[in-house]
């Protein structure tokens, strides 16, 4: 069953942390207290509690002036502490005890009224038809990405001096720039913005394909595409506007100027992502072959914490594809603009769910923008994916992939009837 990405919106409201009073908490005992008459002061069935009774700015039975319609409520307490008070273990503290029925904050609501939904300065985003589909507008009133979140893309290099990508691009603070040496002792010297680990002299190529080095620069376009529909740098008048935002972009070049990319190439970008602080991984490439040595190194790599996202395919089948077929990666097929699965993408139970991806606008080698030679496949429904589980990892920063996965599967809208 192929699932659609739901209005982004609703995902990110998914995952949103709860507001509540600071130092307020309410507790229901289970026998009622008593209040002196001489100083006001509470007593009940638990030390604790009458412990925090005492030092608390005020303690009060608030709904005790309700006569009958509150006698339910006639054991809850309302205490309220100094804002500075670490309520949740107080609160999982009171929960375990024998005199206290329940523990609950002072939680804030709203009225569920938006404010007016961010429009990017960004020269095309009225043609970014993608962001209107999944209402990313409305999920940057709730974050516009956290650069902290670090979005690692395995492909063919990224051209890290676009005008729309540079700003947004990794640095690797802990590194020197040129001086030769592996400052941050990671085993790559002078890996400021990412590696590349290209070394494939049987594919002859045009560009760089010989040697591993510091420089993931993009020798044929795509992984500059992908990137862009990532993480390119938002509201800056340039080009368009992306779902990460503000999130930042980790290059780990792994294919030549021909597109191709050998497995001990992918499976070294991923071990460098994964160590050095990538909290996604895109992965637009695969095929029909599952390898034991990429199984393990993917296993690695989730074990890390790291949220896998792949491209599901452009073969219009339900065959398998890898990596995207490996059950700790996220599967991402194609939509059109219509939110009907694209004509070319794969489909069946190892796809998860499926984005946009039919005439998507990116990034373009040499600072420029637009559409690409080919601009339609799984390539950049799959980053958009991606920077989705930013926004994500951007409100909530515990998730897991298994979280991550299971609230993406899960508030995913059916392409068809139910089931």
């Known amino acids: 069953m192929n699932r659609l990405l739901l209005p982004l919106l609703l995902v990110i409201a998914t995952i949103a942390r709860a507001d509540y009073a600071p130092g307020e908490l309410f507790l229901k005992l289970r026998t009622a207290p008593n ?3 001489l100083d006001g002061l509470f007593t009940t069935a638990s030390p604790r509690v009458n412990e925090l009774a005492v030092r608390a700015r005020s303690v009060d039975l ?10 339910p409520l006639e054991r809850i307490l309302k205490l309220e502490l100094d804002a500075g008070e670490d309520l949740t273990s107080l609160a999982a503290e009171l929960s375990r005890d024998d005199a206290v029925e329940w523990v609950a904050f002072n939680n804030r609501y709203n009225t569920g009224q938006l404010d007016e939904p961010i429009e990017p300065r960004d020269s095309l985003f009225s ?19 956290d650069s902290t979140v670090l979005i690692g893309i395995i492909d063919t290099g990224i051209d890290h001096t676009h005008i729309d990508l540079a700003a947004n691009i990794w640095r690797n603070r802990n590194e020197i720039e040129e001086n030769g040496v592996d400052d941050d002792h990671n085993g790559f010297v002078d890996d400021v913005i990412g590696w590349d680990f290209v070394d494939a002299p049987s594919l002859p190529a045009a560009g ?18 992908v990137a862009g529909c990532a993480a390119a740098a938002s509201d800056n008048v340039t080009c368009f506007p992306s779902v ?19 497995e001990d190439d992918v499976a070294a970008a991923l071990l460098y992502g994964a160590a050095n602080g990538a909290a996604i991984i895109n992965m637009s490439f695969g095929d029909v072959v599952s390898s034991p040595l990429l199984r393990e190194v993917v296993q690695i790599a989730y074990a890390a914490g790291v949220v896998l996202v792949a491209s599901a395919g452009n073969a219009n089948n339900d065959g398998i594809h890898y990596p995207s ?48 030679r080919f601009p339609s496949g799984t390539s950049y429904a799959a980053p958009i994916v991606a920077g989705v589980a930013g926004l994500m990892l951007s409100v909530n920063p515990t998730l897991s992939p298994a979280d991550v996965a299971d609230i993406l599967r899960s508030s995913a809208d059916d392409l068809r009837p139910d089931g």
Do not use: K, Q
């Open 208 to 225: 760089d394909y010989l040697v591993r080095d510091n420089d993931p620069m993009d020798d044929m376009g795509h992984g500059t595409y």
């Open 62 to 71: 608030p709904f005790a002036p309700y006569a009958e319609l509150s006698l």
């Open 325 to 372: 077929g490996y059950p700790e990666v996220i599967s991402v097929g194609a939509t059109d603009s219509l939110d009907r699965r694209a004509s070319f993408s794969n489909r069946g139970p190892s796809v998860d769910l499926m984005a946009p991806g039919v005439n998507i606008g990116s990034t373009i080698i040499g600072d420029s923008c637009g559409l690409w």
């Open 127 to 145: 043609a970014a038809w993608w962001l209107t589909r999944i209402s990313a507008d409305l999920a940057w009133e709730i974050t516009r990405g």
């Open 244 to 262: 990460g935002f503000h999130c930042r972009i980790m290059p780990l070049r792994a294919g030549n100027a021909n597109g191709t990319l050998e």
């Open 35 to 37: 209040r002196s008459a």
